[in-house]
């Protein structure tokens, strides 16, 4: 499965960015998408996931301001990022997952400005 993320940029705080993931490849089986973001100096963690079937789950840090969507037909994930603040300045992942296996996108810069 190889996933590509776009979309990062650079953002001044409270403006918008919309991540984008394909995944390709071996997908069948694949059961949850979603992206988690690293900052410098601290560990890799979720911001939201969305399954198969739709159901989803966002970091508490992100409620509200983030949307996570799926569109299986084109295998793809967004995520949808408002009133961004500069502790979002993070590379997100792209991830996806099925039974006993994790994959990971390259990651995408994003960084807010205050």
């Known amino acids: 499965v190889q996933l590509v993320e776009s979309g990062g940029g650079l953002v001044q705080a409270g403006g918008s960015l919309r991540l984008s993931c394909v995944a390709s490849?071996?997908?069948?089986?694949?059961?949850?998408m979603g992206w988690y973001r690293q900052a410098p100096g601290k560990q890799r963690e979720l911001v939201a996931i969305?399954?198969?079937?739709?159901?989803?789950n966002y970091a508490d840090s992100v409620k509200g301001r983030f949307t996570i969507s799926r569109d299986n037909a084109k295998n793809t994930v967004h995520l949808q990022m408002n009133s961004l603040k500069p502790e979002d300045t993070a590379v997100y992942y792209c991830?996806?997952?099925?039974?006993?296996?994790?994959?990971w996108g390259q990651g995408t810069q994003v960084t807010v400005s205050s």
């Open positions: 969305i399954t198969s079937v739709g159901n989803t």
């Open positions: 490849g071996s997908i069948f089986s694949i059961n949850a």
């Open positions: 991830y996806a997952r099925r039974p006993a296996q994790t994959y």
